[in-house]
């Protein structure tokens, strides 16, 4: 009887360790399109420096801090990261905001105070892109996925490099006016 508790408890720490790596592993991903929208998605005013938000709990664990330290280092961009926990602590305008799937959606709420300001708003939740994300960032059979609503990013006067819309899924008429 104890062989089996321990084995059981032993497949049970390997599956429980294995699925916090991937989980670390989606996240670094996630977080490296986030530094690397900076390079494809184009502000109203020309910018030497970015802020990202991250609402609610921090899914990258930290991860993005260490980014923003190798971005200034490597490319000479700097980067700050800000995180709140909820959309009302945000006070001065992100060019990026990034709202994680465990964070309870506030979308109304962030499309009423933010509503057709020149930012990037990233999230997991496949609900956000209709109420007021511009991208979308998700997994499908293991590997990271983006969809982008260019119309959204339109209203929000932001432009986004045909390099980054061939990776995504498109929403919206790219031909809209």
Request: proline share 3%.
């Amino acid at each position: 009887m104890k062989k089996i508790i321990t084995i059981v408890l032993l497949v049970f720490i390997l599956f429980e360790s294995s699925s916090l790596l991937a989980t670390s592993r989606e996240y670094k991903i996630k977080g490296a399109f986030l530094f690397h929208f900076t390079d494809f998605v184009q502000w109203p005013e020309k910018k030497s420096s970015y802020i990202i938000a991250v609402i609610g709990k921090d899914p990258f664990d930290g991860y993005l801090d260490k980014l923003a330290i190798s971005m200034r280092k490597k490319k000479n961009k700097k980067i700050s990261i800000e995180y709140y926990r909820s959309f009302d602590e945000v006070k001065q305008l992100p060019d990026i905001v990034f709202i994680s799937i465990k964070q309870q959606l506030e979308k109304y709420q962030l499309h009423r105070q933010f509503k057709n300001k020149p930012m990037l708003t990233v999230a997991e939740h496949n609900n956000m892109i209709d109420a007021c994300g511009v991208i979308r960032i998700y997994n499908k059979k293991r590997k990271v996925r983006l969809e982008i609503n260019v119309k959204r990013a339109k209203q929000n006067n932001l432009k986004i490099s045909s390099k980054l819309l061939r990776l995504a899924k498109v929403k919206g008429d790219l031909c809209e006016p």
